[in-house]
């Protein structure tokens, strides 16, 4: 099952500075980031290997998390949250705030042959 992480940070009068060092047990292969979403859902999938940590640097994100077992939904509403998603884990990015950055490291290269889009039966 998927599950937040807090993320090392300090914070002085010059600003905040948040630590991404070891944070994730696989080595990031891809980053990319995905932002100006209107009121569209994105993901819906999971993964054969891909390993995710997800990061809303800016604003607001929801995200429902499904291993087949339990379904969760994870409020990504600070940039020291970190979410990280497993392979199995079939997973709904939404309810964007208009100004949302949310940053993906994954543990490997994009190969459209790892996404499984079907989701679990009890899936939303």
Known sequence: MAY?????????????????????NFEIKRL?????????????????ETHQAVICIQGSCKIINDDGIK???FVLDSPEKCLIIRPEDWHIMHDFSTDAILLVLASTAFDPKDYIYEPYNHTL
């Open 32 to 48: 990319f980031y995905i932002y100006n979403v209107d009121y569209s859902n994105r993901g819906g999938h999971r993964h054969h």
């Open 71 to 73: 379904q969760e939904t």
């Open 4 to 24: 937040i992480i807090n993320l090392l940070t300090f914070k002085d009068t010059r600003g905040t500075l948040t630590v991404l060092d070891q944070v994730v």
